[in-house]
């Protein structure tokens, strides 16, 4: 059984730095593309950064610049470093692998809360 676990969440004041961290298990972490997604109250859930299983990175434009996530496949983690917080960046989020064609998975979800 394929299990993601996000850990890291908190609340932190604008202008501070966090770190996301999203341990899976049950699954070859090598084979997935992985990424952070957030879900703010009264949102969709958006894709905030992706990092695929050969390292190339893409970002939301609201975050670029000041996330940035990466993946140690020994430890079978995925990080998201966040700096330079802002009030916006408040949501639930959640770790996800993907394989093509049709294999995802999902975290419970950490919250994040940045108060101004």
């Known amino acids: 059984q394929v299990q993601l676990a996000e850990s890291g969440g908190g609340l932190v004041q604008a202008g501070e730095s966090l770190r996301l961290s999203c341990t899976t298990s049950g699954t070859v972490f090598v084979l997935y593309d992985m990424c952070w997604y957030r879900q703010a109250p009264g949102k969709q859930r958006e894709l905030v950064a992706q990092i695929t299983t050969s390292g190339g990175t893409n970002y939301a434009n609201s975050v670029r610049g000041r996330f940035t996530i990466s993946r140690d496949n020994a430890k079978n983690t995925v990080y998201l470093q966040m700096n330079s917080v802002k009030p916006e960046d408040t949501a639930v989020y959640y770790c996800?692998?993907?394989?093509?064609?049709?294999?995802?998975?999902w975290g419970q979800g950490t919250q994040v809360t940045v108060s101004s």
């Open positions: 996800n692998a993907n394989r093509y064609p049709n294999s995802q998975y």
